[in-house]
């Protein structure tokens, strides 16, 4: 007869999920401002466009800093 001793620590981690339904929303909103600054790239032959050079790497960059906040966040 001997008695498991249990870890205070590790109860009931098998239930828990690593990102909660907040994290899924605030990821798939970072997905789409990507999807939009590389929309926002697609355009005319005018390479040397504002909208081109710097406001779609500026938005896609700002689409992945807010998905790692959203895996971050707790």
Same mark, same amino acid.
């Given at each position: 007869?001997?008695?498991?001793?249990?870890?205070?620590?590790?109860?009931?981690?098998?239930?828990?999920?690593?990102?909660?339904?907040?994290? =899924?929303?605030?990821?798939?909103?970072?997905? @789409?401002?990507? !999807?939009?600054? +590389?929309?926002?790239?697609? $355009?005319?032959?005018? #390479? =040397?466009?504002?909208?081109?050079?710097?406001? @779609?790497?500026? !938005?896609?960059? +700002?689409?992945?800093?807010? $998905?790692?906040?959203? #895996?971050?966040?707790?």
């Amino acid at each position: 007869m001997t008695n498991k001793k249990t870890i205070p620590g590790h109860q009931d981690s098998k239930n828990e999920l690593v990102f909660t339904k907040k994290n =899924y929303q605030l990821l798939l909103i970072s997905i @789409a401002i990507v !999807v939009i600054g +590389f929309v926002l790239m697609i $355009g005319d032959t005018n #390479i =040397y466009d504002f909208r081109k050079t710097l406001l @779609a790497p500026m !938005v896609v960059l +700002f689409g992945f800093g807010f $998905g790692v906040y959203a #895996i971050l966040k707790k």
